[in-house]
């Protein structure tokens, strides 16, 4: 088994460990690789893209022609978990500013995001939320963090934080607003090896 992590920008490094952490407690045996160029998305089983600046990640992805591989991959079944900036590029669509700004997504999800929804660098945070699934909360790491404010009736959601939706599923697809990789806490990587089988 091949897990890939998108490495254009962004907590690459910290999703590598993080899996590789996960790997190990769970027993299982897997090749998790890095991600810069074309071509090596069809070869694995299961995607991460990581968190960064959406704006950023989106389009150097479209250069490099990952996005259109991703969204093969997607489609075809493979797991992909996204988070914070990965949760922005996963959805169809944006708010405002992703509007204007005309950033690409990759329109997989059918949920509608905010992209800054909880403002800036200083206004990150930490919080404990429940997540479906799960049997005690997890501490989640928000950063400049975007939330989805719509979801199609398709889309499940695994979690909120004071009443806004901040991870969800949509069958292949897991989105999360928040940044499970700088964590210890494997819980939510090991619920996307479920997703891979
Ligand atoms: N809000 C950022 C964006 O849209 C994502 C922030 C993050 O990934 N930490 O790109």
Same mark, same amino acid.
Do not use: W
């Given at each position: 088994? =091949? ?7 962004? %907590? ?10 996960? @790997?190990? /407690? ?10 810069? &160029? ?5 070869t694995c089983d299961a995607?991460?893209? *990581? ?7 989106? =389009? @150097? ?8 591989? #991703? +969204? +093969? ?10 988070? !914070? ?7 169809? &669509? ?9 950033? *690409?997504?990759?329109?997989?999800? /059918?949920? &509608?995001?905010?992209? %800054? ?12 939320? /429940?997540?479906?699934? @799960? %049997?005690?909360?997890?501490?989640a790491v928000f950063i =400049?963090?975007? !939330? ?23 069958? %292949?697809? @897991?989105?999360?607003?928040?940044? *499970?990789?700088?964590?210890? /806490?494997?819980?939510?990587? &090991?619920?996307?090896?479920?997703? #891979?089988?």
């Amino acid at each position: 088994m =091949r897990i890939g992590v998108i490495a254009i920008q962004g %907590n690459v490094e910290e999703h590598v460990n993080a899996m590789k952490r996960a @790997l190990k /407690d769970a027993k299982y045996e897997a090749e998790v690789i890095k991600i810069k &160029h074309k071509g090596i998305v069809p070869t694995c089983d299961a995607i991460i893209l *990581p968190g960064g600046e959406s704006t950023t990640l989106g =389009r @150097l992805m479209e250069r490099e022609g990952i996005s259109s591989e #991703i +969204k +093969k991959a997607a489609n075809s079944g493979i797991p992909i978990m996204g988070t !914070c900036a990965g949760l922005v590029l996963l959805a169809k &669509h944006g708010d405002k500013q992703v509007e204007k700004t005309k950033q *690409p997504l990759l329109s997989l999800m /059918d949920i &509608h995001v905010n992209r %800054n929804a909880f403002g800036r660098q200083k206004e990150s945070f930490e919080a404990p939320v /429940d997540f479906k699934g @799960l %049997n005690k909360p997890f501490n989640a790491v928000f950063i =400049r963090a975007p !939330c989805i404010t719509e979801a199609g009736n398709n889309v499940e959601i695994l979690s909120t934080c004071g009443g806004i939706m901040v991870a969800a599923r949509q069958e %292949n697809m @897991l989105a999360l607003a928040f940044h *499970p990789e700088l964590t210890d /806490d494997s819980r939510i990587h &090991h619920y996307f090896l479920k997703m #891979i089988g």
